[in-house]
């Protein structure tokens, strides 16, 4: 099973054997446990709920407590699904670790974005603004036109606006994983990972890997 | 401790690198890649700053290659490429940063040699 949830720790870099520096996102990953198996006989797709980091009973509702005590795994905060196929060996309060992951794996990573509040266009779709100069006032991030004019008599819908932006779901597609270490929970990956530190990630198998290609034989 | 640190404690200082400061002249042999072969390189020059902690930490020398043009190179401080650093001669500069001498030239741009 290649999918795991984990914390984002920060960046740095190390050196592969060239003597090149890679710059790596450090991800606090599990321990987690298998805490449901969705199954198509009872809830009509495939997938694999897993908890991460534990927490004092307490700090759960008598729900939440309900729920952990039928895989019989410790008080968790967080639970995700992931989409796989169950496999076999997936059994509910198995442990998962970082070591699911090898050097070199392809891996996709969500997070949520950092939130960037109420954005103006600029910031938002990258909109060049107006000039600086020329006797220009008041217009150097504005958005320009935002439509013809009483011919059409409204505004298309979907056009670009200001409006909040980042808060959101958002998957790093693709990344290499560069640092395994179980006994550390350590997980690295090559380049950026959504999200700020200490932000919640869903590391999985990538989606576009060869390695899933091959196995599904495409 | 976080993970990172421990991930940056694995590096071992290079035992070819000695303590380096500002204002050091030193001879940085690095291992550079032409196409197939590996070769090292001198870099000549001073130590005009020394920059960054952990895994990115990185210093900056600066020589006078020909026709009096300055050339400075930033090295990584933990890059396996560095062979060795030797230094030359320590000078007693009042700076962490030793932008000023990029405006001098000649016998204005001397340091004076630090005294032990």
């Given at each position: 099973m290649k999918a795991i949830l984990g914390k984002k720790v920060g960046m740095t870099q190390i050196f592969d054997e060239q003597g090149k520096a890679i710059p790596v996102t450090v991800i606090e990953a599990g321990p987690c446990y298998v805490t449901q198996l969705r199954t198509l006989e009872r809830d009509g797709y495939q997938a694999v709920q897993?908890?991460?980091?534990?927490?004092?009973?307490?700090?759960?509702?008598?729900g939440e407590k309900g729920h952990l005590s039928y895989s019989s795994v410790p008080p968790l905060r967080y639970l995700r699904e992931f989409r796989l196929r169950v496999e076999d060996e997936i059994e509910e309060g198995q442990r998962v670790l970082a070591d699911v992951f090898e050097v070199g794996d392809q891996v996709d990573v969500v997070g949520t974005s950092k939130g960037r509040?109420?954005?103006?266009?600029?910031?938002?779709?990258?909109?060049?603004?107006?000039?600086?100069t020329h006797g220009q006032s008041d217009r150097q991030r504005a958005p320009g036109s935002i439509g013809a004019g009483?011919?059409?008599?409204?505004?298309?819908?979907?056009?670009?606006?200001?409006?909040?932006?980042?808060?959101?779901?958002?998957?790093?597609?693709?990344?290499?994983?560069?640092?395994?270490?179980?006994?550390r929970n350590l997980l690295a990956v090559r380049g950026s990972v959504p999200g700020a530190r200490g932000g919640l990630l869903m590391i999985t198998q990538a989606r576009k890997s060869k390695e899933l290609f091959k196995q599904r034989g495409e | 401790m976080n993970l990172i640190e421990s991930l940056e404690r694995q590096l071992e200082p290079n035992p070819n690198i000695p303590d380096l400061h500002p204002g050091d002249?030193?001879?940085?042999?690095?291992?550079?890649?032409?196409?197939?072969?590996?070769?090292?390189?001198?870099?000549?020059?001073?130590?005009?700053?020394?920059?960054?902690?952990?895994?990115?930490?990185?210093?900056?020398?600066r020589r006078i290659a020909s026709h009096g043009i300055g050339v400075e190179r930033t090295f990584l401080l933990h890059s396996p490429?560095?062979?060795?650093?030797?230094?030359?001669?320590?000078?007693?500069?009042?700076?962490?940063q030793l932008y000023y001498l990029r405006e001098r030239r000649g016998k204005r741009a001397r340091l004076r040699e630090k005294r032990t």
């Open positions: 897993v908890g991460f980091e534990q927490v004092h009973p307490e700090r759960l509702s008598g509040g109420f954005a103006g266009v600029v910031k938002r779709y990258g909109f060049r603004g107006g000039p600086k009483t011919g059409q008599g409204r505004v298309w819908k979907g056009q670009r606006m200001p409006g909040r932006m980042g808060n959101a779901r958002v998957t790093a597609q693709n990344l290499r994983v560069e640092v395994v270490d179980a006994e | 002249t030193v001879n940085v042999h690095a291992r550079i890649i032409e196409g197939e072969k590996e070769r090292v390189q001198v870099f000549k020059g001073t130590i005009i700053r020394m920059r960054g902690k952990g895994a990115g930490a990185n210093f900056t020398v490429r560095l062979e060795k650093v030797q230094v030359v001669r320590q000078a007693r500069v009042r700076r962490a």
